[in-house]
C-alpha cells in the first residue's frame, strides 16, 4: 500500500514544471528582477517574496543554478503561458531529417529499374529527405564489388544537381552504401 502512494506521486509530479515560486524558493538570498525588467540586486528571499506580495504578483526562479539564484516578479501563469508557447513554437520550427532507403539488388540492374529507383531518390531529395542507396550482393556476387561501386558512384553523379555525397560507397557486410543529402 505503501509503494502505490509513493508511486502515485511519482506519476503526478512527472507532469509538473520544476520552477520554484513564492514559498518554494528556500535559499537564503536570490538576485532579484523587478516586475519592469530592472535590476534590484541580491536581496533576502523574504523581503523578495514580501516586494512579490507588495506588487500582487509571485517570485519566479529563472536561472536556479545560478549563484545565487536569478528570480524575477512576475505573474506565474502569464509567465508558464509565454514558456509554453515558446517551446511549442521551437517545437513547430523543428525539421526532421528523416534517412529513405532505396535497396537495389546486385549490381547487375537494367537501365530501366535505374531510372526507376533514380526516380524515387530525386523525390525524396527534393522533400528534403537523406537518401540510403544500398547495393546488396548475394553469393557470387561478392566478387564483384568494383561494379557496385561504379554504380553508386554512378548514381550520386546523376542527382549531384540536387544532391551532394555525405558518405562515400563503403561495404556494411554483404551491401555496399552510399548516403546523399540535399544541398
Known amino acids: 500500500m505503501i509503494f502505490l502512494a509513493q508511486e502515485e506521486q511519482a506519476i503526478a509530479t512527472k507532469g509538473k514544471s520544476f520552477t520554484r515560486v513564492n514559498e518554494d524558493i528556500r535559499v537564503p538570498q536570490v538576485r532579484l528582477i523587478g516586475a519592469d525588467g530592472e ?8 523581503q523578495a517574496i514580501q516586494i512579490a506580495e507588495e506588487a500582487e504578483l509571485d517570485l519566479v526562479e529563472i536561472a536556479p543554478d545560478a549563484q545565487p539564484p536569478v528570480c524575477r516578479v512576475v505573474d506565474y501563469g502569464k509567465f508558464r503561458y509565454d514558456r509554453e508557447k515558446k517551446a511549442k513554437e521551437a517545437r513547430k520550427k523543428q525539421h526532421n531529417v528523416q534517412m529513405k532507403g532505396i535497396r537495389i539488388n546486385g549490381a547487375n540492374i537494367s537501365e530501366h529499374d535505374l531510372e526507376y529507383r533514380l526516380s524515387h531518390m530525386r523525390e525524396f531529395i ?58
Not at 535590476?39 to 523574504?46: H, P
Not at 546488396?136 to 564489388?145: L, N, P, V
Not at 561501386?149 to 553523379?157: K, Y
Request: overall charge positive.
Open 39 to 46: 535590476q534590484i540586486g541580491v536581496v533576502d528571499t523574504a
Open 126 to 183: 527534393e522533400k528534403g529527405n537523406r537518401v540510403k542507396v544500398s547495393v546488396r550482393f548475394r553469393g557470387r556476387q561478392m566478387a564483384y564489388q568494383e561494379k557496385g561501386r561504379e554504380l553508386l558512384n554512378q548514381l550520386a553523379s546523376k542527382v549531384e544537381d540536387i544532391a551532394a555525397v555525405d558518405q562515400d560507397p563503403r561495404m556494411e557486410g554483404r551491401e555496399m552504401s552510399l548516403i546523399l543529402r540535399p544541398l
